[in-house]
């Protein structure tokens, strides 16, 4: 093994009882659930026993996908396990952040928060969606998007698959354009149109916060949604506008392995970051955080 890293995964991942096993299995877990139950009480009981309608809310899914992320990476570091860098999909940003050192664990916390509660207020604006267009080039997904004045292109995940977000109108009419291109596009867990410009107002606001929070230099690197390069000293500017700015996932990806990344742990509940990673370069070794701790035993 060279040298690891932890991706931490997006909206969309959530799943109902998330976090449970290893909030029951390690004290360095159920700690996290306990700061998080009195920062915003009730955390774990929606993580553990909350239904998927109910951690679909993004005010929901936000905070109960970070805590599920940071208890899993607090569970590693007590096992010793370090990574080399790190990086985030969408809210996993943030996470990221926490285990970089630029926040401490509660900081991160209310600032997920916060961040939830803005990108749903945006998000019941509009009637918008999103979905995950697969089977087709990159270029042909942002062709069929052009023809739409508010469907855009916002997750560039891997070869062949490309998230989009847009107004639900004209959804379905876009999916048919797809199809007809030999396509398929599927619909994501998410309610909201995120990395799109519908989310701006919350990208400014969620500047404002991250402006007033205490943070200090990353003590590992941190890759960026937006640039897809390691993180300048200006997080303001990359965590706010990464809301509201594409993904550029399989960029990230393709310069963490430049940099002798071979290893991925990912840490959520679920297994999307670690399919993606193997479609981006099936050469490395891609695994979920269930998987890792199951072979540390």
């Known amino acids: 093994m060279g040298k690891i890293a932890f991706v931490f995964s997006g909206q969309g991942d959530q799943s109902p009882g998330m976090g449970k096993d290893i909030a029951e299995k390690y004290s360095a877990a159920s700690s996290v659930y306990e700061m998080c139950d009195r920062l915003r009480p009730g955390t774990s009981s929606q993580c553990f026993e909350g239904t998927e309608e109910e951690l679909k809310e993004t005010k929901n899914t936000q905070p109960c996908l970070f805590a599920y992320e940071l208890a899993a990476a607090k569970v590693l570091a007590d096992k010793g396990v370090r990574p080399c860098a790190v990086a985030g999909f969408s809210l996993g940003e943030v996470t990221a952040a926490v285990a970089a050192g ?8 209310r600032l997920v928060c916060k961040r939830g509660e803005l990108m749903q207020r945006e998000a019941e604006k ?6 995950a267009v697969v089977k087709l080039p990159t270029e042909q997904v942002q062709e069929i998007c ?9 997750n560039f995940n891997a070869p062949g698959q490309v998230s989009v977000s847009g107004l639900s109108s004209q959804m379905a009419e876009f999916t048919a354009e797809v199809r007809a291109a030999k396509g398929r596009a599927i619909p994501l867990k998410v309610k909201g149109a995120f990395h799109s410009p519908f989310m701006e107002d919350a990208a400014r606001a969620f500047a404002e916060e991250l402006a007033g929070a205490e943070r200090k230099a990353p003590q590992v690197t941190l890759y960026s949604n937006m640039t897809s390069e390691p993180y300048t000293d200006d997080v303001v500017t990359l965590l706010s506008k990464q809301i509201c700015s594409p993904v550029q996932w399989e960029k990230i990806i393709c310069n963490m392995t430049a940099q002798g990344i071979d290893t991925f742990v990912e840490i959520g509940p679920g297994k ?8 981006i370069n099936p050469q490395v070794t891609a695994v979920t955080v269930a998987e890792y701790l199951a072979e540390a035993e």
Do not use: Q
């Open 126 to 131: 509009f009637d918008t969606s999103m979905a």
């Open 102 to 109: 630029i926040f401490d664990d509660e900081t991160g916390f």
């Open 146 to 154: 052009s023809k739409f004045s508010d469907i855009f292109p916002v």
């Open 272 to 279: 999307t970051l670690t399919n993606i990673i193997k479609k």
